[in-house]
């Protein structure tokens, strides 16, 4: 008798191991997608990688996040500006511009500062352009200066070896800005500021 309970015990004692593990996979599955984007790949075949071809040029973005009241939620980061990239996006669009021949853009944390080179007699016309192709990129609490002096180029190439938390960054700043509000600023609706409010 004692040998058949023993037998029995050691037979179901893997099975209830086994259990356990299905019943925590099961509760963890509410936690996956916490924070973390749900990526249509994941869920179906025809987006898996092996049938993709990265080839393809004007490949739509699609991201999805959930917000739940879960385990993970408060250690979520919110996205960050890649200034470089956006400061790159910034200067070749605006060399695509009629009548724009050079174009170098600064991107810091709340400002874009945009300096051109451009034969343009119409330079008000030519500042509109350049700061709406600005306003396209930046996050609207930007601010967003513009020159169409040459000479500031340098000045703002000065700044890209700099970062918010350099010395005297701040006041060396203001002086370029100041230098490049002599410039048309363009006819985009702003707070006075440089900030853009609407188009």
Not at 3 to 22: D, V
Not at 52 to 65: L, S
Not at 135 to 157: C, E, F, G, K, T
Not at 176 to 194: A, F, L, R, W, Y
Request: aromatic share 6%.
């Amino acid at each position: 008798m004692k040998t058949k309970m023993l037998l029995t015990i050691l037979l179901l004692a893997p099975l209830s191991g086994c259990q356990q593990a299905l019943n925590d996979k099961n509760h963890n599955d509410i936690y996956d997608e916490d924070g973390n984007t749900v990526h249509v790949a994941d869920r179906n075949r025809q987006y898996n990688q092996s049938f993709r071809n990265d080839d393809r040029k004007g490949r739509f973005g699609y991201a999805r996040h959930q917000a739940t009241p879960v385990k993970n939620k408060d250690k979520t980061q919110a996205p960050k500006i890649n200034r470089e990239e956006m400061a790159h996006i910034i200067s070749s669009l605006t060399v695509q511009l009629p009548n724009i021949q050079d174009a170098s853009a600064l991107v810091t944390d709340e400002e874009a500062l945009v300096v051109y080179r451009t034969g343009s007699k119409q330079r008000e016309e030519t500042a509109d352009q350049v700061k709406k192709t600005a306003a396209s990129v930046v996050p609207r609490y930007y601010h967003i200066y513009i020159s169409d002096n040459p000479n500031l180029m340098q000045s703002i190439a000065n700044f890209s070896s700099l970062g918010s938390n350099s010395r005297n960054v701040d006041q060396l700043m203001a002086d370029t800005i100041e230098e490049m509000k002599k410039s048309p600023q363009g006819n985009v609706s702003t707070d006075g500021k440089g900030k853009k409010t609407e188009f």
